[in-house]
């Protein structure tokens, strides 16, 4: 395995994580994406409902959204005559609780990520039209003009936008699971981990970050343990029997798990946060198009839309997000630097 820890890494970490939660049917087609699509909302309608079919995992909702003529102006004369937005995710194959998966239904796309690149249409006055892809392959789409935007956890890197435009909508973070009986909390200082067992997914970003802080305790001569697991389940059993005192991993996902254990004997919870990119830089999740496209703009106001009529808190808290808020969209924010990314 490369020893060089990349954002494209945390990715997939996130969706090797959550893999055994989330359904791994429908929406599979040869070559790498679908061509299943979903429609539940029409651009005149005047409302979205989030949060549909998603297995526990978010509180459905439905939001007032209507067009804003003043935004939808700033569009493409192509996208704004086609009427439709195309919303690129890459889900496949199984997909990641709770931003991108296969709904309860075993055919809907649901999932935050989802949810948000309707509202977004809904503002723009276009009607939403999902599709779902590898990895890889929504990169494909957009640059083949497949997809006009993905909305897809992707995180805003300063080496991706020597191909794409950004417009930021969520922090990237990541976090530590405890159980909800532990009084431990993280409080951004790593300082706190002298004496823990803490797991972390191998080869991932989060693992980078927590090898930096073991080496940081050991030169005070403190003791952090870092233990691997081959999937969740031994995770979760570790954590369970108090083998390890904490789990580090994405901030979504985590907050995925939390809901799915909320009725167990076994609840766990949110111990704290940090930013994907480190101390230095609050790492941002981005809807991303082709560069030079000219619809980082309006997605942007799109988004400063939502935050300020207050749909956008909606969006977060029914996904249990309202820990990755962002105060503003911003179009091609400071992202990762080349010497991370």
């Given amino acids: 395995m490369s020893t060089h820890f990349t954002r494209r890494s945390l990715i997939r970490g996130i969706t090797a994580a959550t893999a055994v939660a989330t359904l791994a049917t429908g929406l599979v087609a ?27 995992a978010a509180k459905e909702t439905t939001l007032k959204v ?22 690129g995710h890459g889900a496949l194959p199984s997909g990641s609780a709770p931003l991108d998966y296969v709904g309860d239904d075993q055919k809907t796309l649901t999932g935050s990520e989802t949810d948000i690149g309707r509202l977004v249409a809904a503002v723009l006055g276009l ?36 191909k794409y435009e950004f417009a930021s909508y969520r922090q990237d973070n990541l976090a530590f699971e405890v159980l909800k009986s532990s009084n431990w909390k993280f409080d951004g200082d790593y ?10 997914g191998s080869g991932t970003n989060q693992e980078r970050i927590l090898i930096e ?5 050991q030169s005070e001569g403190k003791k952090l343990t870092i233990k691997h697991f081959p999937d969740n389940n031994g995770v979760y059993l570790a954590l369970n029997s108090g083998r390890i005192d904490a789990h580090f991993g994405p901030n979504p996902s985590i907050s995925y798990h939390i809901t799915q254990t909320a009725k167990t004997n076994k609840p766990t919870a949110n111990a704290g ?39 956008y808190a909606k969006w977060l808290a029914a996904w249990n997000l309202s820990n990755e ?17």
């Fill in 273 to 311: 946060t940090f930013s994907g990119a480190g101390a230095s830089l609050q790492g941002l999740i981005a809807a991303t198009s082709k560069k030079d496209s000219g619809l980082a703009k309006p997605v942007a106001d799109a988004i400063n839309h939502l935050i300020e009529n207050g749909q």
């Fill in 127 to 162: 009607e939403p039209e999902s599709k779902n892809f590898t990895w890889e392959n929504l990169f494909i789409g957009i640059d083949s003009g497949k997809v006009d935007v993905a909305f897809s956890n992707v995180t805003d890197t300063e080496e991706r936008k020597q």
């Fill in 30 to 56: 040869c070559g790498g994406d679908s061509d299943a699509v979903t429609k539940t909302d029409s651009a005149a309608s005047g409302s979205v409902t989030i949060g549909q079919f998603s297995n526990g």
């Fill in 213 to 217: 802080w073991q080496r940081k305790l």
């Fill in 325 to 341: 808020a962002v105060a503003k969209s911003e179009v091609n924010p400071p992202g990762l630097p080349l010497d991370n990314s």
């Fill in 191 to 200: 300082e706190n981990l002298a004496g823990k067992t803490v797991s972390v």
């Fill in 66 to 87: 209507s067009e804003v003529k003043s935004i939808s102006a700033e569009l493409p004369d192509a996208i704004r005559k086609s009427g439709k937005l195309v919303i």
